[in-house]
Antibody
Framework: QVQLVESGGGVVQPGGSLRLSCAAS????????IHWVRQAPGRGLEWVAF????????YYAGSVKGRFTISRDNSKNTLYLQMNSLRPEDTAVYYC??????????????WGQGTLVTVSS | EIVLTQSPATLSLSPGERATLSCRAS??????LAWYQQKPGQAPRLLIY???NRATGIPARFSGSGSGTDFTLTISSLEPEDFAVYYC?????????FGGGTKVEIK
């Protein structure tokens, strides 16, 4: 079955960096776009970033643009999120989620269980 | 960016009752709207895509309707497992956005 497993979360100081990973299995990873979505404690969902199936185009929320970079390695069935210049307001559970389309944004039809990122001194 | 406003924030109902959740977009998103269910401590789950299509494995008691700026998620008869938070999300253009959520709680 389709499975997404996030890793790499933890505690980091403001201004620091962290790289999240999302390992995919159970589907042809190289055929689908993938998203990162986050959820601050007790808050709603916030879309963060999207990468096309082939990595040729990326899109970001305004709140992370210029600080976060989404990438993928289709040979390893793995998605990444490089997060730099982290702020306390970036504290959240970060989910990777599979899109049901290839290149354009669709619906997020499968989600990982999330990894918690805490930005605090 | 497109703002999605969900109402009500909280819906208090009993099992067996009908739930009607609303999502309003700040501009037209055509039919490019999805609904998700999230239970405490769990990841969201896709319920409805493209406004009215049930995702794989979703029971028939869940239905979606609407187009343009006004959308509705209806749960025809609440089961105990349906008490959760529900979010709408558009995919009309970048950036994608989610609504603030509606919590369906047991009355």
């Amino acid at each position: 079955q389709v499975q997404l497993v996030e890793s790499g979360g933890g505690v980091v100081q403001p201004g620091g960096s962290l790289r999240l990973s999302c390992a995919a299995s159970g589907f042809t990873f190289s055929s689908y776009g993938i998203h990162w979505v986050r959820q601050a404690p007790g808050r709603g969902l916030e879309w963060v970033a999207f990468i096309r199936y082939d990595g040729s185009n990326n899109y970001y929320a305004g709140s992370v643009k210029g600080r976060f970079t989404i990438s993928r390695d289709n040979s390893k069935n793995t998605l990444y999120l490089q997060m730099n210049s982290l702020r306390p307001e970036d504290t959240a559970v970060y989910y990777c989620a599979k899109d049901d389309r290839i290149a354009v944004a669709g619906s997020l039809d499968c989600w990982g269980q999330g990894t918690l990122v805490t930005v605090s001194s | 960016e497109i703002v999605l406003t969900q109402s009500p924030a909280t819906l208090s109902l009993s099992p067996g009752e009908r739930a009607t959740l609303s999502c309003r977009a700040s501009q037209s998103v055509s039919s490019s709207l999805a609904w998700y269910q999230q239970k405490p401590g769990q990841a969201p789950r896709l319920l409805i895509y493209d406004a009215s299509n049930r995702a794989t494995g979703i029971p028939a008691r869940f239905s979606g309707s609407g187009s343009g700026t006004d959308f509705t998620l209806t749960i025809s008869s609440l089961e105990p497992e349906d008490f959760a938070v529900y979010y709408c999300q558009h995919r009309f253009y970048w950036p994608l956005t989610f609504g603030g959520g509606t919590k369906v709680e047991i009355k």
